[in-house]
């Protein structure tokens, strides 16, 4: 995976993103529904049908095809407070989904899944606010449990990964998952306006 790191040579990244390449280098069994990838700029081009230079640096792949990066809107030289975003190979939702990279592993427990149930639930509530309820709503603690439990039966290094996120990334998964892609939704600038004026 240098040549993943390599995209980000005249950037600082996030200690945490080192060690997440690492991590993925290193485990041979799925630990959740993500794949790095180092042609994702083609690939994001492709996406949005643009040739133009956005400030957008993808690091991976769902297993939709929907990607995942960095969004450096601000042109930070460091990008420990970037956002993370989704651009979703169906068209929607683009989204920010973490307002950080160490926030996006805190949610990551609950598998790729969630970050885009909660961003789509934020466009239809958008969209219609009389037919659907604040997002919030839709994510109680049973709903929750159910991503935990899902991505424990799936894959099978996933507690592996849940080690390492405490031991080496010092962090916790959420307890409140969809609220950090809420806030992060609701703080950033609104990345599918910003992709439209392309």
Same mark, same amino acid.
């Given at each position: 995976?240098?040549?993943?790191?390599?995209?980000?040579?005249?950037?600082?990244?996030?200690?945490? @993103?080192?060690? @997440?390449?690492? @991590? $993925? /280098?290193?485990? %041979? %069994?799925?630990?959740?529904?993500? %794949?790095?990838i180092i042609d994702g700029q083609n690939m994001f081009n492709r996406?949005?049908?643009?040739? /133009?230079?956005?400030?957008? &640096? &993808? #690091?991976?792949?769902?297993? !939709? +095809?929907?990607?995942? +990066? #960095? $969004?450096?809107?601000?042109?930070?030289?460091?990008? !420990? /407070?970037?956002? &993370?975003? $989704?651009?979703? !190979?169906? +068209? /929607?939702?683009?989204?920010?989904?973490?307002?950080? @990279?160490?926030?996006?592993?805190?949610?990551?427990?609950?598998?790729?899944?969630?970050?885009y149930d909660v961003a789509s639930a934020w466009v239809n509530y958008n969209l219609y606010p009389e037919l659907y309820e604040y997002p919030i709503n839709d994510f109680d603690e049973e709903t929750l449990s159910s991503y935990i439990k899902d991505a424990k039966e799936s894959y099978p290094a996933y507690s592996e990964f849940i080690s390492w996120l405490d031991k080496t990334a010092g962090l916790k998964q959420s307890e409140s998952p969809h609220e950090i892609i809420l806030n992060a939704i609701k703080t950033e600038p609104d990345f599918s306006r910003y992709l439209k004026a392309k």
């Open positions: 995976m240098k040549d993943l790191l390599k995209l980000f040579d005249q950037f600082g990244v996030p200690s945490n @993103f080192k060690n @997440f390449v690492q @991590f $993925w /280098e290193k485990t %041979e %069994e799925p630990f959740i529904d993500i %794949e790095l996406l949005v049908k643009t040739k /133009e230079k956005l400030d957008v &640096i &993808i #690091f991976a792949q769902h297993g !939709s +095809g929907s990607l995942i +990066g #960095f $969004w450096n809107h601000q042109k930070k030289r460091h990008l !420990s /407070e970037v956002p &993370i975003v $989704w651009i979703d !190979s169906n +068209g /929607e939702p683009n989204s920010v989904i973490a307002k950080t @990279f160490d926030d996006f592993l805190k949610v990551l427990p609950f598998d790729l899944g969630i970050f």
